[in-house]
T-cell receptor
């Protein structure tokens, strides 16, 4: 079946560097995407979302890019901080069910001081 | 704390026993979701409620799983005759009615179930 996946399971960056976390999705009909951050022992925390009619959306220190041609989603974190260390998930919503959130397996980001 | 709360945070049970978890959503949220998360994986959608109506339950893992939200506020997830494969984190989330762009789901801390 179709699923959301991630290119890399782990990512290690130096504090202050920019981070890029990638996600490949396979359901070309999906029209809504969300990035979540999950720290150890906690539930996922919403970071940023994007609709399929957009290709870029910016938040505070984070930017999500959507490339529908290759079904690719990325999360960019500027000036990565130790507090950004966590597992990051992308999730997609197929258009037929706005509440059917499909998550990928996640990328663990480790920020080195 | 006005976030989503779940109880208990941890549950250890023996195979064959029934377990029930509770979720209290953010008070003004009318949508409530249950997910299961196994180690190293993303959350897996199980079911969701709008107010007290369970609008999607086809993704519940088996007929041993059931969920209720009798008064449209808190919800319970019950697993009957637990199996070792049920060991996982069970997450609850809530959201407001879809406002167009955002369908932001706020997650609770989860209940970690261990079946011995």
């Amino acid at each position: 079946g179709e699923s959301v996946g991630l290119h890399l399971p782990t990512l290690s960056v130096q504090e202050g560097d920019n981070s890029i976390i990638n996600c490949a999705y396979s359901n070309s009909a999906s029209d809504y995407f969300i990035w979540y951050k999950q720290e150890s022992g906690k539930g996922p925390q919403f970071i940023i979302d994007i609709r399929s009619n957009m290709d870029k959306r910016q938040g505070q220190r984070v930017t999500v890019l959507l490339n529908k041609t290759v079904k690719h989603l990325s999360l960019q974190i500027a000036a990565t901080q130790p507090g950004d260390s966590a597992v990051y998930f992308c999730a997609e919503n197929p258009p037929y069910n706005n509440n059917d959130m499909r998550f990928g397996a996640g990328t663990r980001l480790t920020v080195k001081p | 704390d006005t976030g989503v709360s779940q109880d208990p945070r941890h549950k250890i049970t023996k195979r064959g026993q029934n377990v029930t978890f509770r979720c209290d959503p953010i008070s003004e949220h009318n949508r409530l979701y249950w997910y299961r998360q196994t180690l190293g994986q993303g959350p897996e959608f199980l079911t969701y409620f709008q107010n007290e109506a369970q609008l999607e339950k086809s993704r519940l893992l088996s007929d041993r799983f059931s969920a209720e939200r009798p008064k449209g506020s808190f919800s319970t997830l019950e697993i009957q005759r637990t199996e070792q494969g049920d060991s996982a984190m069970y997450l609850c989330a809530s959201s407001e009615r879809d406002r167009g762009l955002a369908n932001e789901q706020f997650f609770g801390p989860g209940t970690r179930l261990t079946v011995l």
